[in-house]
């Protein structure tokens, strides 16, 4: 499948920009001043025809054409005026009409779907969610989240999707674009795919969840100011995506970043083609998390207030919400996060032994990252790296500087949970975006 996915290593520019200067067709140059001009009104619009001339360092009249040619094609309008004593031509206000297209971003995961309808500019219009069982059939399941889909356009206005982005666990083989599991993902991940690009009249994106969750961190999140990193997601199952030079890597099969399998001490047993069970998810996924509490005599439990709080057990080792029968790598997912949360809050002295126990494990994905890419940087995404914060980023910082010579910032993801939804949004317009603003983006 060709490279379609947005290029996480690429934001609206912040300083103005230069037209280059090289030499180019009349038509080239002018896709490349008109995308100049639309990824300037993008990052910092609304903008008058002079500030325009300002911050690309074109000519008066190569702006005029330019205005002309975007108002034409309907990707920009007159929004207003610049300065309340200003009028006239030269202090109209132009900006990019957001309702030129609309985009969807699709989140799969093993329990539901979440979609997100976005314009032009990536700001959500309308969302909606469907849990799925855990025995439900692929059939039910697929028709439930295409039912989701529906829901969401239709609140968005009816509109329908010019590029519609999906994330989901497992690889995306770069030679055919289809969605393979690295254990036992739901078979109606695959079905809602295949179904989805069949009944859509639209470009359809797929991503690996994790990747796109890079996307938003370096868009939105903590990595906004590296061009390298990488992002550590951990919740139920846990991976990584790789940015190198402002380029995500997928592999040669699409799977860089599965480090769920990487082989770590502390397991009893090796992981195998077919699952990742004794590999670093049996250290650091949800369950194992939640059962790491339990050896500490921790669970976390609901308050009178509603809200969770820390409680300490002296009986039999439990995980979080359930028994000694519950404390396998599949363990209640939320309880861990939770309980990662209340133990950050609560400051004890037994609450700090399970997080200095929780970091010890994650450092050791850490380090063996870094052994291999030297990132310089590292972010914990995902539910458990959301609600461990700074106090857990911290303390993996620490271990990991014992273990490798190799500086490495470990910092706390700041988009959280939501971060795959966030990324297949950005995705999606991105792909729009290159298909309405013109193809010359990589030469900006």
Request: glycine fraction near 14%; charged fraction near 20%; include cysteine.
């Amino acid at each position: 499948m060709p490279d379609t996915t947005a290029r996480p290593g690429r934001t609206a520019p912040h300083a103005a920009p230069r037209a280059r200067s090289r030499t180019a067709s009349p038509r080239t140059a002018r896709a490349i001043n008109d995308r100049l001009a639309l990824q300037l009104l993008e990052a910092d619009g609304p903008l008058t025809a002079h500030q325009l001339k300002e911050r690309t360092g074109l000519s008066r009249p190569t702006v005029a054409d330019l205005v002309e040619r975007l108002r034409a094609a309907g990707l920009i309008a007159v929004v207003g005026e610049a300065g309340a004593d200003r009028r006239g031509p030269n202090a109209r206000l132009y900006g990019i009409v957001a309702g030129r297209a609309h985009l969807a971003g699709i989140d799969v995961r093993t329990h539901g779907v979440t979609v997100a309808v976005a314009d032009l500019l990536g700001a959500v219009r309308a969302e909606e969610s469907v849990p799925v069982a855990e025995d439900a059939a692929p059939e039910e399941a697929v028709a439930g989240a295409y039912a989701a889909l529906d829901r969401a356009l239709e609140r968005a206005g009816g509109v329908r999707p010019h590029t519609v982005a999906v994330g989901a666990p497992g690889l995306v083989d770069p030679a055919t674009g289809r969605l393979t599991g690295t254990g036992t993902l739901p078979s109606w991940h695959g079905a809602l795919v295949a179904g989805l690009r069949g009944r859509l009249d639209a470009p359809l994106l797929l991503e690996n969840e994790v990747n796109l969750a890079a996307i938003a961190e370096r868009r939105d999140g903590a990595a906004r100011d590296r061009d390298t990193f990488v992002l550590l997601w951990l919740g139920h199952g846990v991976g990584a995506a790789v940015v190198l030079d402002g380029r995500l890597r997928r592999g040669a099969s699409g799977g860089t970043g599965e480090i769920g399998f990487l082989p770590v001490p502390g397991t009893p047993a090796l992981p195998s083609a077919t699952g990742c069970d004794g590999g670093f998810h049996s250290l650091a996924a949800s369950g194992a998390i939640a059962a790491l509490a339990g050896e500490h005599g921790l669970t976390g439990e609901r308050g009178p207030t509603g809200e969770y709080g820390l409680t300490r057990e002296y009986g039999p080792a439990a995980a979080p919400g359930g028994t000694a029968a519950d404390t396998g790598p599949d363990a209640d997912a939320p309880a861990a996060e939770r309980i990662v949360r209340a133990a950050v809050a609560a400051g004890s002295s037994a609450a700090a032994d399970f997080l200095d126990a929780l970091a010890q494990r994650i450092a050791v994905g850490v380090a063996a990252v870094t052994a291999v890419l030297d990132p310089g940087c590292v972010v914990l995404g995902g539910e458990i790296g959301r609600a461990g914060g700074a106090a857990l980023a911290t303390r993996v910082a620490d271990r990991a500087a014992a273990m490798s010579p190799l500086h490495t910032e470990v910092r706390a993801g700041t988009v959280g949970g939501r971060a795959v939804l966030r990324g297949a949004v950005l995705a999606a317009k991105d792909a729009a975006q290159d298909d309405l603003f013109g193809p010359e983006r990589a030469a900006l």
